[in-house]
């Protein structure tokens, strides 16, 4: 049966998954991120994501911290380029604690100057980071390349300029326009029953001030192919190659992330591992990603190795995308690879808070979230043919965009 999203009374929506577990996760998850940032503050949804948590009307950071770390539980958070999740682990009794911070975070923060001045030299080194990190670094400019000039083609991060120029008051007005009642979902996968879930969430969360918005996002519909070589300071030469594929509510979502899993997915096995790796010893790393977003997507393949091996590993994962564009899988082909992802996501959910926010995620655009027998069933209806239509339609290598990031030269 699917979960159904429940109202509070003051309009939030909240999806609770019961479990069994002795360890029980809540999160708020919010439809506002990069894309969603005014032109003048680049990374200011991942620096409230950083400062959120630096004190509220009763509590300093000390204070926030501790509130789940001193029972042993934890709280975290993440920014995405449309989504800003903040979320507890916990022992199962300890829920009133998690929900009550939580709300008192979303409601309460106070972001105070000095917290601030002093949180934009974290993310200073945290871009620093990433600036050594040609492997990470390379995505966020691929999808500037992909993205160019348009809002998803931010980096999450920002700059150290941009991020130096933020002020509480853009703070609290990226607030105010973007944490509104139909952007926010509260999730829960814990040992509560749903009756009394729902009952702390009313007294915690329902009375809580709570805006209606009618944000408009910009669709990405001007793309053109672009190819970029750049040097960097990296032993190796990184490269990701891609083209735009479908939003997160298309028909074809399901096909295309079973195709993607089959080309270059977790596994070992993957075609793209078995051409490049294992029988040519190319590439220690080399992957597909499909990211599906509210109106767009991306799909990229990810390799690292030799700069003089560059352009022989390009013709090998071409080769391998123009195999799925022409050859049908074989019965026991299409078995397995249902077979190989059916096993993968319930591995998956084995981690309770990545169900959580892959849940969430789900709530935020439907009323309703399917349980993995409703997942199954929707791969054991995938065809070859659909397999092979949706390759044809994504994988035109004339439209794909390549990034190149080539050692310096000494």
Do not use: W
């Amino acid at each position: 049966m699917p979960h159904r999203v429940i109202r509070l009374r003051n309009g939030l929506r909240l999806l609770h998954i019961p479990t069994a577990s002795p360890i029980s996760h809540f999160g708020i998850l919010i439809d506002a991120g990069t894309r969603d940032e005014p032109a003048q503050h680049p990374g200011l949804a991942h620096f409230v994501e950083h400062t959120i948590f630096k004190g509220t009307e009763k509590r300093n950071a000390y204070r926030v911290i501790n509130r789940m770390e001193s029972v042993g539980g934890d709280l975290n958070a993440s920014t995405s380029k449309e989504e800003t999740d903040f979320y507890a682990s916990f022992l199962s009794p300890d829920y009133p604690r998690a929900v009550e911070l939580l709300a008192d975070i979303l409601f309460h923060a106070t972001f105070p100057k000095k917290e601030l001045e002093k949180e934009k030299t974290v993310i200073f080194e945290e871009i620093n980071y990433y600036n050594d990190s040609p492997s990470e670094l390379i995505f966020d400019d691929f999808e500037s390349l992909v993205f160019n000039g348009h809002d998803m083609g931010k980096n999450i991060l920002g700059t150290k300029e941009s991020v130096q120029g933020i002020h509480r008051e853009d703070i609290l007005d990226f607030i105010g326009r973007n944490y509104t009642r139909e952007n926010i979902v509260l999730a829960s996968v814990g040992n509560i029953e749903t009756a009394k879930l729902v009952r702390l969430c009313e007294k915690y969360f329902g009375e809580g001030p709570i805006k209606e918005g009618n944000r408009q996002r910009v669709p990405s519909n001007d793309y053109c192919p672009q190819t970029r070589n750049l040097r960097k300071s990296t032993s190796q030469t990184n490269v990701v190659t891609g083209v735009p594929a479908y939003d997160f509510r298309h028909p074809k979502r399901a096909p295309f992330m079973l195709l993607n899993n089959l080309l270059g997915g977790q596994g070992q096995n993957t075609r793209l591992n078995m051409s490049v790796r294992e029988k040519k010893g190319l590439a220690y790393t080399v992957e597909s990603y499909f990211n599906a977003f509210s109106d767009c997507g991306l799909f990229s393949v990810y390799f690292g190795c030799d700069t003089h091996e560059r352009d022989h590993c390009l013709e090998l994962v071409r080769h391998e995308l123009d195999k799925l564009k022409k050859n049908k899988l074989g019965t026991m082909q299409l078995y397995y690879a249902k077979k190989q992802y059916i096993g993968q996501l319930a591995l998956a959910q084995e981690s309770k808070l990545n169900e959580l926010l892959s849940a969430g995620h789900h709530a935020l655009f439907y009323d309703e979230v399917p349980d993995m027998d409703e997942s199954i069933q929707t791969l054991e209806k995938i065809t070859t043919e659909e397999l092979c239509d949706t390759a044809n339609e994504i994988f035109d290598l004339n439209r794909f965009s390549t990034l190149i990031f080539d050692p310096e030269e000494e």
